[in-house]
């Protein structure tokens, strides 16, 4: 995997974080991706993210898996600790460096087909232990890069580009992780970076399994009149459920509301994601109307888009294990290899 490097210039007068830093400051290699590809839509919405959340580049790790999808990590934080596994395996990589380091923003950025197909069994386990990371699906319905056959995401009835038509039901990854039990679960479109920005800012913020399912259409292969995948089908039919705004702690903040009624839920580090419900009765919080919401919508051809759950209280990876609360890597020898006679121990206890 070859990538090119940005040329090292910027304008001496960018806007900078609170760490002092610029937008640039979380760019990545320049993207070897098609051109209009919505993926590099998805980036550009992360390197805002993470300057707006002022992530220390150095504390930031990316994983991802094999796949058009798993190049996006290498275009953003370029500071940051990085992973490229095996396909679909990105969850195992993700579970190990969080058990040994907690500290650290965990982002991993997979595809529909490495996370429904061949991954499918290791995200729905990273989704039940609530690993406290932000899982991103690049979600275009298509293999793009084996030449564009359906995905595990590609609905009913949606055409491929030679004319085949898609005969299999698709997994939908919000439905199955609102049913898992998923404490933070969005859908966007790579086109709205109003919207997505956000809803990652919140993800990066949320303790626990925050997805984000981005339909993002593969310009090469998915985007012509028939795909349920492409740009204007995607703008066609999406509508924005529930409208989120995020806060981060921080004294004397004013936020401009539009109409309709909102609701605040503070996370646990005291910055509050801001709900503004555009269906009266819909309420992000309950996982029963979420679902119900979702199925029915879908029924129509229509994608739901926002933070469509939110749920609080619910113990994340660690809390559930009891694992050390000093990451591994900063504990001493003796504690991480007590000896033969701590072995001979714990061995006994389970003759």
Not at 6 to 30: F, Q, V
Not at 100 to 105: E, G, R, V
Not at 252 to 263: H, K, R, S
Request: with cysteine; hydrophobic share 35%.
């Amino acid at each position: 995997m070859t990538f090119m490097a940005k040329p090292n210039i910027m304008h001496p007068e960018l806007p900078r974080n609170s760490r002092g830093m610029t937008r640039r400051d979380y760019e990545g290699a320049s993207s070897t991706l098609c051109a209009g590809c919505g993926h590099d839509s998805i980036t550009a919405a992360i390197v805002e993210a993470c300057w707006a959340n002022a992530l220390e580049p150095q504390n930031v790790v990316k994983l991802s898996g094999i796949g058009c999808s798993s190049k996006t990590t290498a275009y953003f934080v370029s500071g940051g600790h990085g992973f490229n596994s095996v396909h679909g395996r990105m969850p195992s990589i993700a579970t190990g460096a969080n058990a040994a380091n907690p500290d650290l923003t965990y982002i991993g950025v997979s595809g529909d087909g490495d996370t429904l197909s061949i991954g499918l069994g290791q995200f729905c386990h990273a989704i039940r232990r609530n690993l406290d990371m932000v899982y991103v699906i690049e979600n275009n319905g298509v293999y793009g890069l084996t030449k564009g056959q359906f995905s595990a995401s590609a609905d009913v009835g949606s055409k491929a580009k030679r004319g085949e038509t898609n005969k299999q039901p698709p997994i939908d990854p919000v439905q199955l992780a609102i049913t898992l039990g998923a404490s933070f679960v969005a859908r966007s479109f790579s086109g709205d970076k109003a919207q997505l920005v956000p809803l990652l800012q919140a993800a990066m913020h949320h303790r626990g399994f925050a997805l984000i399912d981005v339909i993002s259409p593969c310009v090469t292969f998915n985007d012509h009149d028939g795909s349920t995948r492409s740009y204007a089908y995607a703008r066609e039919h999406y509508e924005e459920v529930v409208h989120a705004d995020f806060v981060p702690p921080a004294p004397q903040i004013a936020v401009a509301y539009g109409e309709g009624e909102t609701q605040s839920v503070t996370m646990h580090d005291g910055s509050r994601i801001l709900l503004r419900k555009i269906e009266p009765a819909y309420d992000a919080t309950d996982r029963a109307v979420a679902l119900e919401t979702i199925q029915q919508r879908l029924k129509q051809g229509e994608y739901l888009t926002g933070l469509l759950y939110i749920g609080s209280g619910q113990p994340e990876f660690h809390a559930l294990n009891g694992t050390s609360e000093v990451p591994l890597n900063r504990l001493a020898y003796a504690k991480l290899n007590p000896g033969p006679r701590a072995l001979a121990t714990t061995l006994a206890k389970f003759r």
